[in-house]
């Protein structure tokens, strides 16, 4: 008998623990790929020593599981899926076929780009399809390196043999068992789901955003290094969907696009550089449409339930209507730390993504010598915000993890906002002068609950967004209040921005116009920044504003403009709805599909786009289009040629 049920045992558990033991063969497979990378381009790396190799090790673990989870799906579900067929020659072959052929196949890309890296400088991803797409003497350079590299053929070769050698059957014999064995093995196949999606995913919970090229960040001190960190394999199929980005020419050349719109902003040296410190808070789903005094200026006067910030945008530099690039939060925050706007998809998300990248933090503390820190109150790498923190300038990263108290966890997201904007504010207070933190806030989200003492203390509002609004107003009123008295206070510059917006229920407020206008404030404690300006202002306008602000004297590229010297009339904003272009300035909005404009509107007045002015034949509104479509174009053929080329700083 007890023979017996160690068989069935061992019939029953045998298919998994095998695809286990294949799993277990391809991560050493990716780590030795990891160290031949790293040995053939060592120099390369001059700054790695053995600690930060072996904490880049660590991290590309993550990469090689989401990597092997893409590539064996198939293999797993021919030897997990519950059929008495399985046990069939024929089925163990093909299962063997989809296990050995595409990882063969992944670790052979992995490493020829060993060998391109050196020219490339990133890892490989899905553009190099299109990029050599019309090379047709390919093979030649293939059979070139290949006889160059004649050891890492000979490995090639070596991973292949062990992939057939150690190869573990997941199972011996044509499967016979009842309905008990139909259950059971139904049971493991449904149990193995979640992991393998969590592995593609890069981690488990609803609040971890797939793992994206961005997060290797985390594990390096400089971005080439995340090369190191990655395997070819999960670049790949995380650009295999990637939209290739388009090169306008509508300017012959780029000095004619720059006399239209210069990214490159280049301050007076001379300007007398002030060390104040910088305070960037940006609030989850904070729409215009939550606040009385914005809706009041804007036309459309509501109820709001940000009283806090209503008072203090009174005593702050704030503009009529400030404008969202996009929708969600990683389009969000590379537009308020580093002047790139969402166009065709978030940039962190591309593989255009590089290590030259260079934001408001970055600016500060490699030439100013400021502290920095971000804070997030969610899992360190929910939303590939610390990847994102990390390679924009931030040298310290605060999450829920580093919190350590999950008293104040809301059950959902992260840490209720009230306590870590405490958290947030001593941390401020430990930061050396001169210091930027930012804030990125998190309970205003869904499921739109509030901590149980404030549920009846909180307006209910007409939707449940509302009570969230207010509840971080309230935080923002304590932590305001907190912050008055430290001796930092008076010294500051505080930035408060939304990332976007969420739910409205003011039709004005979800249209093409107002779904995207947000708070945009500009506020200094002892009064030098102040004012209600008929202009506009775009996230992309902060970190240049705030530069200007400082009196910081060197060049940088931001695709926005500095609020303080430009006129109210030259101020825009630039964001997308779908794929045509919408482009804002001087109260007016332009509909551009790429290739001709389709519209103009007098916005203002008109938030629901319902009256085309060129359909009114008018010239003076055909003139007007007709420069506005000017300035978009240059915009657009600075913003995607700079992103393509690789040119976001001041001197590529």
């Keep these: ?6 068989y069935r045992f061992k019939e029953t558990f045998q298919p998994l623990l095998s695809v286990l033991r294949n799993l277990a063969l391809l991560l050493v497979i990716y780590t030795v790929c990891r160290l031949v990378f790293f040995s053939l381009n060592r120099a390369l790396f001059p700054g790695v020593d053995g600690s930060l190799l072996l904490r880049m090790m660590r991290g590309g673990l993550r990469f090689d599981i989401a990597a092997l989870m893409f590539t064996n799906v198939v293999y797993m579900l021919l030897a997990l899926l519950p059929f008495r067929i399985r046990g069939t020659r024929g ?11 595409p990882n063969f196949i992944a670790f052979a890309i992995d490493l020829a780009d060993a060998v391109y890296f050196p020219y490339s400088n990133r890892r490989t991803t899905c553009t190099v399809f299109k990029e050599f797409g019309g090379d047709s003497n390919l093979g030649g350079i293939f059979l070139h390196e290949a006889l160059a590299h004649w050891y890492l053929v000979l490995l090639g070769a070596l991973i292949l043999f062990l992939l057939i050698r150690l190869y573990a059957e997941p199972f011996s014999r044509k499967a016979d068992y009842g309905w008990k064995g139909y259950l059971s093995h139904t ?6 789901l979640y992991p393998i999606v969590a592995g593609m995913r890069g981690g488990f919970g609803g609040d971890v955003r797939p793992i994206a090229l961005n997060d290797a960040k985390l594990y390096c001190e400089e971005p080439l290094q995340t090369a190191v960190v990655l395997n070819t394999a999960f670049s790949m199929y995380k650009t295999v969907e990637a939209k290739e980005f388009p090169r306008p020419d509508w300017f012959a050349t780029e000095a004619e696009a720059r006399a239209v719109f210069d990214p490159v902003h280049t301050p007076d040296p001379q300007a007398g550089f002030q060390a104040k410190n910088v305070v960037v808070i940006v609030l989850e789903s904070f729409s215009a449409a939550y606040s009385s005094f914005l809706t009041e200026w804007q036309g459309d006067a509501h109820e709001g339930y940000m009283p806090f910030l209503d008072s203090l945008m009174q005593e702050s530099l704030v503009f009529r209507h400030s404008f969202a690039h996009d929708k969600i939060s990683i389009s969000a925050l590379p537009a308020v730390m580093t002047g790139i706007p969402m166009v065709i998809e978030p940039y962190f998300l591309t593989p255009y993504a590089n290590d030259k990248l260079r934001g408001l933090a970055t600016e500060l503390v490699e030439n100013e010598g400021y502290s920095s820190a971000f804070y997030h109150g969610a899992q360190r ?27 104040d966890y809301d059950g959902t997201w992260g840490i209720w906002d009230e306590p870590f904007f405490r958290y947030f504010k001593e941390g401020l207070d430990a930061l050396p002068e001169p210091f930027i933190g930012s804030i990125f806030s998190l309970t205003s989200h869904h499921p739109y609950h509030v901590p149980p003492q404030y549920e009846s203390v909180l307006p ?63 506020y200094t404690p002892d009064g030098s920044l102040k004012g209600m300006r ?5 996230q992309t306008d902060i970190q240049a504003t705030v530069l200007s602000y400082l009196g910081y004297g060197h060049p940088h590229v931001s695709f926005g403009v500095d609020l303080l010297t430009t006129p109210d009339e030259d101020t825009f ?4 709805r779908g794929d045509v272009y919408q482009f804002v300035q001087d109260g007016y909005l332009l509909c551009f599909d790429g290739e001709k404009t389709i519209g103009l509107y007098r916005f203002a007045d008109d938030m629901l786009l319902e009256h085309n002015l060129l359909e009114d034949g008018d010239s ?5 289009a007709s420069r506005m479509e000017t300035r978009l174009k240059a915009y657009l053929q600075q913003l995607l040629t700079r992103i393509v080329d690789d040119r976001l700083t001041p001197v590529s």
Excluded at 573 to 576: D, G, L, T
Aim: glycine share 8%.
């Design 573 to 576: 904003a630039f964001y997308q």
């Design 1 to 6: 008998m007890a023979r017996s049920s160690t």
């Design 534 to 538: 008929n202009g506009i202002a775009q």
């Design 381 to 407: 790498q929910s939303l590939g915000l610390a990847g994102f923190a990390e390679s924009v300038g931030f040298r310290q990263q605060f999450s829920r993890e580093s919190y350590g108290n999950e008293a």
């Design 460 to 522: 209910d509002g007409r939707i449940p967004m509302h009570k969230c609004v207010a509840y971080t107003d309230m935080v923002l009123r304590k932590f305001f209040d907190s912050c008055s008295r430290e001796p930092w206070y008076r010294n500051t510059l505080f930035v408060i921005t939304g990332d976007h917006t969420n739910r409205i229920d003011i039709p004005s407020y979800n249209g093409p116009v107002g779904g995207n206008l947000i708070p945009i404030i500009f």
């Design 620 to 624: 003076e509104t055909a003139a007007r």
């Design 91 to 101: 089925w163990q072959v093909a299962t063997k076929t989809a296990f050995v052929v």
């Design 187 to 192: 049971a493991i196949l449904v149990a193995v």
